[in-house]
């Protein structure tokens, strides 16, 4: 069955809500780059408007590992628009240990609203990486398929 919307939709109305949960692994030990490391996790949502604007919401579980002998454990993650083949939110995650050979776990969010100005599919990805080379660590989500990560995407009527 079709839905038919009215014609004129009060702005900021949410239209759709799409979201997708990543339960298995990923990990990398490359640096984050220009636009990151694709983690698998992602949605994609095609939006009813070229005024619609995109509220992408994710939470990341993740875990930069003890490998090498840093203390500093620090790791970046991001919203890559896949579509537009560019980043457009990034943070970064870390903490200085007492020793090296420790893991630093926990979790992030991350939250953006973007413009697409298209009826076009548009498909977000979580992406991550390490700070740098300096730090040799393992930037993990979802350590060892125990935990999960979503990302969910809301069409707002513009």
């Known amino acids: ?22 339960s298995t692994q990923a990990s990398t030990t490359s640096d984050f780059g220009s636009t990151g490391i694709a983690t698998g996790l992602k949605a994609s949502i095609t939006p009813s408007s070229t005024s619609s604007k995109i509220y992408i919401a994710s939470g990341v579980s993740f875990l930069i590992g003890a490998d090498g002998d840093q203390t500093n454990k620090i790791g970046k993650f ?32 991350m939250n953006y609203l973007h413009s697409p100005n298209s009826t076009s599919s ?12 300096t730090y040799n ?5 979802n350590d060892e398929g125990e935990f999960e990560s979503t990302i969910t995407l809301m069409e707002i009527a513009g």
Do not use: C
Not at 137 to 141: F, G, H
């Open 1 to 22: 069955a079709v839905t038919t919307l009215p014609s004129a939709i009060a702005t900021g109305k949410v239209l759709q809500v799409v979201s997708s949960v990543l």
């Open 78 to 109: 991001g919203i890559k628009h896949n579509t537009g083949s560019s980043l457009i939110y990034l943070t970064r995650v870390g903490a200085k240990l007492s020793a090296a050979n420790k893991d630093f776990f926990g979790n992030t969010s």
């Open 122 to 133: 548009q498909e977000y990805e979580i992406v991550f990486g390490r700070w740098s080379g």
């Open 137 to 141: 660590n393992t930037v993990e989500i």
